[in-house]
């Protein structure tokens, strides 16, 4: 996976909890960009990008507008635009964003959701009844064999 300069956001301020470093409760945050390197026991909110190192742990529900994991999240992960699993990443929740790239060896035990630009959210469509449609259908076949 292509490595990106991640960290040097124009006109934002960065927020890092460095290896070692335990943080107890939640954090919300309008940093540009949030970088884990050690433990966080809580959920995270921020409206920039997250960034979870090799040695980073999550464990709570993450909501941020990308998601680049290295190492641990054990919670949901909502992001805005991407979320992007390196080698060894893992994610113990279900995830939903725009776009979803992933190591071959990166580890997701949960649902993906994707949305896709300009189609309808399947809790947008009406509801179907299938025991009506299976009798639509058999009365058609009972028509063709009169």
Sequence with gaps: MARKNRGNVANGENTVVGAGTTVNGDIVSDSAVIRI??????????????????????????VASSV?????????VDA????????????????TAKLLAMDETAVIKGRVNMDVPGETKAE????????????????KEADKEE
């Design 37 to 62: 390197d050690g433990q966080i026991n809580g959920g995270i909110n921020t409206k920039g990008d997250l960034v979870v190192g090799a040695t980073g742990v999550v464990n709570g529900a993450v």
């Design 68 to 76: 680049n994991l290295a190492g641990k999240i054990f919670g949901n």
């Design 80 to 95: 805005d635009n991407k979320v992007e699993i390196e080698a060894k990443g893992q994610i113990l929740g279900d995830i």
């Design 124 to 139: 947008d469509k009406p509801a179907t009844d299938s025991s009506s449609e299976e009798v639509k259908t058999e009365e």
